[in-house]
Each structure stands twice: as C-alpha cells, then as structure tokens.
C-alpha cells in the first residue's frame, strides 16, 4: 500500500478543500494518507510518504506563505527525498500565479519528481476539483 502525505497550509479554506478532494481520491485508491495543516505537520510525514503533496496560497506574485509553509520547506532541503514524487498545489487571488514556477524550480532542486500542480485563482472550479481527483490519483499510484 503506498504512503501519501498532503500537507498544506490554508486560511480561506480553498487549499483545504483542495487537499481533501486529493485525500480521498488516493484513499480510494487504497493509499494510506496523511492529510495535515503545515502546522501539525513533520519532517518524518515526508520522509515516511511515497509521494507528497504540498499546498500553500500565494503571498505575493513570487512566494507561498511565508510564515509556516516556507520554513517547512526549507527544512527538506538537504533530506533523503531524491526522486519522491510530488505535486504542487496553489491559489491566488489578484496577483499573477508566477509563484508556482517558483515554488516548483525550489522543490526540484531539492530533488522531488513533480508529477502535477494545480493553480487556482480564487476558488476551485467543478473542473479545477476534477483535477485535484486525478492528482490525488497519480500520488496514490
């Protein structure tokens, strides 16, 4: 059974909701999944996952959140996570969604597969929901 860990960080609501349709979707897979805030989260929810999803809104047109998401992050960087897979998921309101490519060079270097990432501006669309389906899959597989 593969090890799934999403770990986001959310305070609208959006990547949350996001992160449970991506949950779910790699649970009826039959994936074992870690679904946590960024707060309650662990270095170890990574190391132990086969494949990890990460969501964050943009702060800014280049940055996730700064605060709690970032630093996590940055904690990864020189860790055993060569070729684990990994998607990416964001949101973004009035500013320009140019963070993710940011984001997505950052957790290559850091030797993540990226498999997938989903932008959204705002609020999920039914077919923006659809797409997290599928990314929930691809992690679960």
């Known amino acids: ?6 770990i986001y960080w959310s305070c609208g609501g959006n990547i949350e909701i996001l992160a449970n349709v991506m949950a779910d979707s790699a649970e009826n ?7 946590k805030h960024v707060t309650d989260a662990t270095v170890e929810d990574v190391l132990e996952a086969d494949s990890v999803a990460f ?9 996730i959140e700064q605060q709690e ?3 996590f992050l940055e904690k990864l960087k020189d860790l055993p996570i060569k070729n684990k897979n990994c998607v990416l998921f964001g949101t973004h309101g009035w500013i320009e969604d140019t963070f993710m490519k940011f984001w997505a060079h950052t957790m290559k270097s850091y030797g993540l597969n990226l498999i997938g990432e989903l932008i959204v501006k705002e609020s999920p669309t039914k077919e923006q929901l659809k797409q997290a389906k599928f990314l929930g899959e691809k992690l679960a597989k």
């Open 1 to 6: 059974m593969k090890k799934v860990s999403i």
């Open 69 to 71: 998401m970032q630093p």
């Open 55 to 63: 969501g964050s809104p943009a702060m800014d047109e280049n940055n």
């Open 29 to 35: 897979l039959g994936a074992e999944v870690t679904l």
